[in-house]
């Protein structure tokens, strides 16, 4: 018995509409692994499935977490090993782009600090009005 899902195809075009993505891009992620090679008409067009479709839908939103392409495709190319080893590298995965997070928070929460201060000595200056240029300027014209 075939379902809707199987039976759907859809050529490039459909497909880049459907997913909001562009035909090149597409072809892009079939050159790099993310998306399987799609059946072939006698003419050469493109056929993807509705398969095809549920793998962008699943790039994108992997890509909204900030994850990178690499990073889904290695995700994606684990789904041919089962059970525990799969988890195991999605959890390695994982555990890598959570320390690579933390490294980033941390160099946020110290560049936030430097604009923090930045922005205190502005407003010290413009109250002041004592200055004829800016503090933030001059200290930062010193460091180049």
Known sequence: MTTPETTTTYQIGELAARSGLTPD???????????????????????????????????????????SLQEIRDLTTYT?????????????LLHRKIAD?????????EFRRTLQSYFEECERTLAERN???????????VKS
């Open 101 to 109: 997070l933390d490294v980033r928070l941390a160099e946020l929460r």
């Open 25 to 67: 891009a597409l072809r892009y992620y079939e050159r790099i692994g993310l998306l399987p090679p799609p059946r072939r008409t006698p003419g050469g067009f493109r056929v993807y499935t509705a398969a095809a479709l549920d793998r962008v839908q699943f790039i994108k939103q992997a890509q909204t977490l900030g994850l």
């Open 80 to 92: 041919g090993r089962g059970g525990l080893k799969r988890c195991q590298q999605v959890h390695d």
């Open 131 to 141: 200055r004829t240029e800016c503090p933030v300027i001059e200290h930062l014209e």
